[in-house]
């Protein structure tokens, strides 16, 4: 079955970087967009970014432009998320999901991994 | 940008029907896509392209989309169903593409 495992998360001081990853299996990773999507402690959902499946597409969330970078390796059948300048409000717990292949929902998601950022 | 809206909370009792709206503005010309999420776990698709559902979804969850408000309806209500539902659609203009998630909604089975 589909299986999307992140890893990297942790606490990390305000302006430092971090850098998360994404391990799928189960389906033909190469063929599919992935998104990473992030949750603060007891809010809603919140977009972070977007790479198509041949990585020459790449969205971010206003939030997040010029910070993050989403990259992804098909040979590896991963995909990062490089997290610079942090700061507090990017606490959240980081959700790597895969999109869809002619739609624009998102299905499956992965655990969740937590960042802290304190300051 | 542009904006989902939801409605914080949701009340229903076991049986009953539970209806949570999005607006947003021009929806219905959009793709809704429903996501339920379970205190502590990753959020599930229930409902995409506006009213159809992934293999594994009941038949009790059903979508509906017009003029300026998308509808997520839950049949016959479990405790099991209790939890936050979130909106999504994509989002594009001429500087921006987004995904955009609606503002959530907690379902309490009473």
């Known amino acids: 079955q589909v299986q999307l495992v992140e890893s990297g998360g942790g606490v990390v001081q305000s302006g430092r970087s971090l850098r998360l990853s994404c391990a799928g299996s189960?389906?033909?990773?190469?063929?599919?967009?992935m998104h990473w999507v992030r949750q603060a402690p007891g809010k809603g959902l919140e977009w972070v970014a977007f790479?198509?499946?041949?990585?020459?597409?790449?969205y971010y969330a206003d939030s997040v432009q010029g910070r993050f970078t989403i990259a992804r390796d098909n040979s590896r059948h991963t995909v990062d998320l490089q997290m610079n300048s942090l700061k507090p409000d990017d606490t959240a717990v980081y959700f790597c999901a895969r999109g869809a292949r002619g739609g624009n929902w998102i299905d499956p998601w992965g655990q969740g991994i937590l960042v802290t950022v304190s300051s | 940008s542009y904006v989902l809206t939801q409605p914080p909370s949701v009340s229903v009792a076991p049986g009953q029907t539970a209806r949570i709206t999005c607006g947003g503005d021009?929806?219905?010309?959009?793709?809704v896509h429903w996501y339920q999420q379970r205190p502590g776990q990753a959020p599930v698709l229930v409902v995409y392209?506006?009213?159809d559902r992934p293999s594994g979804i009941p038949e009790r969850f059903s979508g509906s989309n017009s003029g300026t408000t998308a509808t997520l309806t839950i049949s016959r209500v479990e405790a099991g169903d209790e939890a936050d539902y979130y909106c999504q659609v994509w989002h594009s203009n001429s500087s921006q593409f987004s995904y955009v998630f609606g503002t959530g909604t907690t379902v309490t089975v009473l």
């Open positions: 790479i198509a499946y041949d990585g020459y597409k790449k």
């Open positions: 189960g389906f033909s990773f190469s063929s599919y967009a």
């Open positions: 392209d506006g009213r």
């Open positions: 021009n929806i219905g010309s959009k793709s």
